[in-house]
């Protein structure tokens, strides 16, 4: 069984910087796709970066130029840099491990989400 964990969220004023962290255990390894979503009140949980386990990334076109996504093979951690924060970044973000292997089969985990708010 896998576990992610993530840490870093909080209130950040608008132009801030936040960077999220999401530790991975258990079965998940560095060859899964991590990534991060988000889910705003009262909105639909969104992609906002994908890392492969080759490092090819990908990014919602919201947040390409201000957001990095980054991952750390040795530690099984993925990070979120996010700058230039405005308050329509406001969500829960919440970390993602994907595999699916050669022969179909397919392996989805989530982290608990933390909350970023930004706000003057």
């Known amino acids: 069984q896998g576990q992610l964990v993530e840490s870093g969220g909080g209130l950040v004023q608008p132009g801030g910087s936040l960077r999220l962290s999401c530790a991975a255990s258990?079965?998940?390894?560095?060859?899964?796709?991590m990534g991060w979503y988000r889910q705003a009140p009262g909105k639909q949980r969104e992609l906002v970066a994908a890392?492969?386990?080759?490092?090819?990334?990908n990014y919602a076109d919201s947040v390409k130029g201000r957001f990095t996504i980054s991952r750390d093979n040795a530690k099984n951690t993925v990070y979120l840099q996010m700058n230039s924060l405005t308050p329509e970044d406001t969500a829960v973000y919440y970390c993602?491990?994907?595999?699916?292997?050669?022969?179909?089969?397919?392996?989805?985990?989530w982290g608990q989400g933390t909350q970023v708010t930004v706000s003057s």
């Open positions: 993602n491990a994907d595999r699916i292997t050669p022969a179909g089969l397919e392996y989805h985990y």
């Open positions: 258990g079965s998940i390894s560095s060859i899964y796709t």
């Open positions: 890392i492969r386990s080759g490092g090819i990334t």
